[in-house]
């Protein structure tokens, strides 16, 4: 499985799999199926950007079997509402693949792309722990009471 960017030369596959009612009856949050190509592309246009303003490891991807050559599904890994603290992955199949053991390959493979992401680390300033921004909470929380910086924290860790 390889996971990458949406482009716009990925549009007809998002299409299908986007455009398709019996599939997108699935998706979380709830959408409409993309009812033509123009429309699509506007939609992945808007992950193009979206990707460039959200820290990562969060966005959306295609994921594509190499064994075969085609894109088969999507995959995004994104904050929840109301207060971006916790995180959503959702897995979107195109129905032409699905029963072919994609809908747990896809997650293992998003947690594969996912280990292989290196977070930013802290060595710095204050408590020296550098929080991503859905978890400044969390931070505060960690250092009341007088605790104290003892070594680099990480953002991840799989």
Same mark, same amino acid.
């Given at each position: 499985m390889q996971l990458a960017p949406w482009t716009m030369s990925d549009v007809e596959a998002a299409l299908s799999i986007f455009g398709d009612g019996e599939a997108a009856r699935w998706l979380t949050p709830a959408m409409n199926p993309s009812p033509d190509m123009a429309a699509m592309q506007h939609l992945v246009s808007r992950w193009g950007a979206d990707s460039a303003t959200i820290?990562? !490891?969060? &966005?959306?991807?295609? +994921? /594509?079997? $190499? #064994?075969? =050559?085609? /894109? +088969? &599904? #999507?995959?995004? $890994?994104?904050?929840? !509402? !109301?207060?971006?603290?916790?995180?959503?992955? =959702? +897995?979107?199949?195109?129905? =032409?693949?699905?029963?072919?053991?994609?809908?747990g390959e896809v997650p293992r493979s998003l947690v594969a792309r996912m280990a292989q992401w290196r977070p930013r680390t802290s060595h710095s300033s204050g408590s020296g722990i550098r929080p991503a921004p859905w978890g400044r909470r969390a931070a505060r929380r960690g250092t009341a009471g007088g605790r104290r910086h003892r070594g680099v924290v990480t953002l991840w860790g799989i």
């Open positions: 820290e990562q !490891p969060l &966005s959306r991807w295609k +994921v /594509t079997d $190499l #064994a075969i =050559g085609h /894109t +088969v &599904s #999507a995959v995004s $890994l994104l904050p929840l !509402p !109301p207060d971006n603290i916790d995180f959503e992955i =959702g +897995v979107q199949i195109a129905r =032409g693949w699905w029963g072919n053991g994609y809908a």
